[in-house]
């Protein structure tokens, strides 16, 4: 339910022209960083003020490298064109629409000579990996709101959305008490429970959408402005569970969660997919819902509340929850189908070590058919997100076949499913991989990539992070590019795509993409692009493929992946997280397996 990074940056307004906004985001970016990141950060802003002077119209390119630009262009049209094609139905997990992209990344692969990567339950090659889902196609009723002297029903899609993530026909709540919990965090090494001293059985928590250090933008609470995990929805719903109660709301608010309310409305509809378990997910809240601001307004008034001044209050340590005296009552009708999807997994082994891989990552799925979309196409074909960084894959793959020799370390490209559901493709692949995680040397993610053409800017999500940008700023200054991190790291972006399941495992994963300094036509057209595309065909059936794009930008950045990939696969190197990094501890574990 991520707004694709390339067209969420030119969607947003810059308050500052080009290297003002940059280097504004770079201090708040390292603020916490150690000393190494803030090195990396300060080396890239001196980077990329010397390239903004002396700026060219076009890229810095060998004519080697304007051929390997244009082979790379010309895959991406053939295969987004197939992918994004209304007989792929918008490639939802478990569908028709997963059987012929699933097949067709196969072929493909197979027809580039790479081998199949993974195994079937007898042993034998395969370039499936199968990840078992659950599909559940859910009709809700209105969410009843009561109280005294006061009842209001919130319309689906409308007002508010509910699911569930139990695995069972019926999931309801009834007259369950609703509670504000403020963020609904627990987090004792920031000194923060908005749950302390609360039973939530049989109750239903309100929450609002990301963490106090954004609400406050105090550097010192959380991560300031930058999103923790704990301003993720995926969390909210998780902890409302770990605190035992019976369902859990969050308010909506565009700015807060990073997307405006189609979004949520386009991606909870239609059927909703999830790993499989043993117990059903019988451990997770009864139902998880979202409403409108407006909803949550109307809701606070009735119980003798004001939500904005409830909101300033939970941003506070110390904050206190508060009961309502309202009740929630909904019913959800769910219809079950238990299948396997399936991640694509091909590889091109290593001449000397071939146990040790570099990774690269796209998730192929989308969100299929949805009859509930407005307008006589109810196809969401996903062009940018992802059939971009899925045709990425193959031709990535199709320039290492090229090569005299194969590289000294294996590559491997997998395709995950079910991003769109909350990363479960790579989530599964994380816990299954085919190359243990402590031999997986690093990973690259591509994930709806630029269609504009060309840009000055290389945009890296979780910007100071990694050793990995390192190699990438110095194949980006051969490019005539330069680094430059997210201009909001308040929404979040590095939790939002499947990169995130392996950096969470220690695996140092990069995600990366074009940026908005257009070499050929500046910011102000590539940010009038970029909103026409969130407003069209974000999440909408209108993303669909146009053989007029100019994929030279998107191949650039492939290009890029490919000599970062190719420089540690042809080396000794192991890369890590910088010190004092979330995942650094992990990665550190495993040390002694790369010895």
Known sequence: MKLPHHWRRL???????????????????????????????????????????????????????????????????????????????????????????????????????????????????????????????????????????????????????????????????????????????????????????????????????????????????????????????????????????????????????????????????????????????????????????????????????????????AKQRGFKPKAMDLSASVDLKSKVRTSNSRNVVAKIPGSKYPDEAVIYTAHWDHLGVNDHAEGGDHIFNGAVDNATGTAGLLAMAHQVKKMPQPPERSLVFVAVTAEESGLLGSKYYAENPVVPLEKTVAGINFDAMGVLGPMRDVIVVGYGNSELEKLLEKAAAKQGRYLAPEDHPERGYFYRSDHFSLAKKGVPMLYFDSGTDSFEHGREWAQKKGEEYTSHAYHKPGDEYDPQWNLEGAAMDLALGLDLGLELANSRDWPNWYSGNEFRAARDKSADARK
């Open 11 to 313: 969607a947003l307004p810059l308050a500052l022209t080009g290297l003002t906004a940059i280097g504004g985001c770079a201090e708040k970016e390292t603020d916490k960083a150690s000393p190494e990141a803030a090195v990396a950060a300060e080396q890239a802003g001196e980077a990329q003020t010397a390239i903004a002077v002396e700026s060219a119209n076009q890229p810095t390119l060998s004519a080697e490298e304007k051929t390997e630009i244009a082979e790379l262009a010309k895959d991406l049209h053939k295969h987004i064109a197939v992918l994004a094609s209304d007989k792929f139905e918008g490639r939802a997990p478990a569908t028709k629409g997963e059987e012929l992209t699933v097949n067709y990344l196969a072929d493909e692969f197979k027809k580039l000579g790479l081998e199949p990567g993974t195994t079937d339950a007898d042993g034998n090659p395969s370039w499936f990996q199968q990840v078992p889902v659950v599909e559940m196609n859910i009709e809700t009723s209105p969410l009843i709101i009561k109280g005294k002297d006061f009842e209001k029903s919130l319309e689906p899609l409308t007002d508010m959305v509910t699911f569930t993530q139990r695995q069972v026909p019926e999931s309801k709540l009834q007259d369950s008490p609703l509670v504000f919990v403020g963020y609904g965090i627990v987090a004792p090494e920031n000194d923060w429970n908005d749950y302390a001293g609360l039973d939530m059985k049989g109750k239903t928590a309100v929450i609002l959408v990301n963490d106090p250090g954004y609400a406050t933008q105090d550097k010192n609470l959380f991560n300031g402005n930058a999103m923790t995990y704990y301003g993720r929805w995926s969390y909210k719903f998780e902890e409302a569970a770990r605190q035992g109660a019976e369902g859990a709301i969050i308010i909506h608010e565009t700015g807060a969660a990073g997307y405006p309310w189609e979004v949520v409305s386009g991606s909870w509809s239609g059927a909703q997919i999830s790993l499989a378990a043993d117990d059903k997910n019988a451990d997770r809240v009864a139902v998880e819902a979202w409403m409108t601001g407006d909803a949550a307004k109307e809701l606070f008034r009735a119980a003798g509340l004001d939500l904005a001044q409830e909101m300033d209050a």
